[in-house]
């Protein structure tokens, strides 16, 4: 069935075994950058930088989330959804991000609202912890280049587990590290936009480290589930050239085994061939390694390769032959296929090392208009949904355990370096007036999860 947005008898039966969620991060959503003695962030540096954001936009006032938490709440309810993937914002709590600084109590007030508001309305807040928005000052020390940071990280953790640990007990520690060590730090493409191809490697063993700092601090505060959000993608040789499949595995290396390998096996896939050393100390794997209760899996599109000899990268990406594409056009395809085949392999890599997989996001972004007089009719994106969730199914009936399904994104927000250009959410946010307008989407994925609890 798919294409469409009706899913088969069978599929529905192995859906029911999920928890559904959808999911937003702090910087992209709540705006008030400057308002309850927040501080500033690499994203508040990066935005404030001019030519950085396409559109030129801030992520301020954006959907105004800080104003409009319960009508987001709201919003939640009315999807019927089991949870909902917030993230905190390190600047709120710690503002300067230095030692000892007393949390913020008006940061801390925000979100204990919000946990409140989401309990109240039957919905389990699911809390990510480090959705990027690392504390300028740490970024002026190094940032996760800086081994220090991962002691700071802990002390925020602290913070947030001291005041929430009692109401919230799904968390995710990290999001995405490859974007912040790939993007961020390698390519220049996202905040803090550093430019150091294979020497920003070692930013991933300290966001790394940063995760089983909080997990082990989380378990002390009674948590139940804890884990990572890790973005993978399955990369694809451009042809069977020896010289597209060498550029592949380098990619599957540096983005997928990378974080995967140490988070599950204790151990780095051999980094020989790229010249990095990681600044490993004894115990660091083991904190890694530390066991998780499941495995967060944000997963999106597949990405095509071709070797190149003469760059500054051993590969450059392409597009991907013959797949439809999302609003970011052709490095961003359509291939629901790959998400099965990916967590298939994954499953049959790491075998019991793995913990339950949750996608923890997955979604896309059309062109959509920036003010909408009557509910978009986003057809593309309930096709596209379907048919991962149809992927996910099929993992499911193939014996690997996945446990929920999370979309991007509950709301249209900031998308980072493409500012409101693109838009992923179930709700249309005019970003003038932080008006929300439920999409067709918001209703097709209402009536999946109603389907699946009936
Ligand atoms: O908007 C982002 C999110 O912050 C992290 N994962 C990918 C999404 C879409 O690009």
Redesign the pocket.
Same mark, same amino acid.
């Given at each position: 069935m798919a294409g469409t947005s009706e899913f088969s008898p069978q599929t529905l039966q192995t859906l029911s075994g999920l928890r559904f969620s959808a @999911?937003t @991060?702090a910087f /992209?959503i709540e705006g008030a950058r400057t308002l309850g003695g927040r501080g500033r962030s690499i994203w508040d540096d990066f935005v404030d930088d001019p030519g950085n954001v396409l559109d030129s936009s801030t992520a301020d006032p954006g959907p105004d989330s800080y104003h409009r938490s319960a009508e987001d709440v709201e919003l939640l309810a009315g999807l019927g959804v089991d949870r909902y993937r917030f993230s905190i914002s390190w600047v709120r709590i710690i503002p300067d991000g230095k030692q000892g600084t007393k949390p913020n109590a008006v940061g801390l007030d925000y979100y204990e609202r919000l946990v409140d508001e989401l309990l109240a309305a039957g919905v389990r807040p699911e809390a990510t912890l480090y959705? #990027?928005d690392l504390p300028s000052s740490l970024e002026a020390t190094g940032g996760w280049l800086n081994r220090d940071t991962v002691h700071r990280f802990g002390e925020y953790v602290e913070a947030v587990a001291n005041r929430l640990g009692d109401r919230v007990h799904h968390w995710y520690t990290i +999001? =995405?590290p490859a &974007?912040t060590s790939l993007q961020g730090y390698a390519l220049g493409e996202l905040a803090p936009g550093r430019t150091m191809l294979f020497d920003a490697l070692p930013s991933v063993h300290h966001q790394l480290l940063a995760h089983g700092t909080a997990a082990t601090i989380l378990r002390e505060h009674g948590a139940q589930q804890v884990g990572a959000a890790i !973005?993978h993608s399955l990369i694809l040789p451009e042809t069977d050239a020896e010289a597209d499949h060498a550029a592949a595995a380098i990619l599957d290396l540096i983005y997928n085994r990378l974080f995967a390998d140490p988070l599950l096996l204790g151990e780095y896939p051999d980094l020989d061939a790229l010249g990095v050393q990681m600044p490993i100390y004894d115990g660091d794997m083991e904190l890694i390694s530390t066991p998780c209760d499941v495995y967060g899996f !944000?997963y999106?599109n597949p990405t095509t390769v071709r070797g190149v000899d003469d760059g500054p990268l051993p590969f450059e990406m392409v597009p991907t032959p013959q797949a439809a594409t999302t609003g970011f056009g052709p490095l961003w395809p359509i291939r629901p296929d790959t998400l099965r085949d990916f967590l298939i392999d994954m499953g049959t890599r790491y075998g019991v090392r793995l913990p339950p997989i949750v996608i923890s =996001?997955n979604?896309a &972004?059309f062109p959509e208009p920036e003010i909408c007089t009557e509910p978009i009719r986003d057809d593309e994106r309930i096709a596209y949904l379907h048919d991962h969730l149809v992927a996910v199914a099929e993992t499911v009936d193939a014996g690997v355990r996945v446990d929920g399904y999370t979309v #991007? &994104?509950l709301l249209d +927000?900031f =998308? #980072?370096a493409h500012g409101y250009t /693109?838009r992923?959410g179930l709700v249309h946010v005019n970003m003038e007036t932080g008006q929300r307008t439920p999409k067709s989407s918001y209703e097709w994925y209402r009536d999946l999860i109603a389907s699946v609890r009936a």
């Open positions: @999911a @991060a /992209q959705h #990027w +999001n =995405e &974007s !973005n !944000n999106y =996001e979604g &972004s #991007w &994104s +927000n =998308e #980072w /693109q992923f």
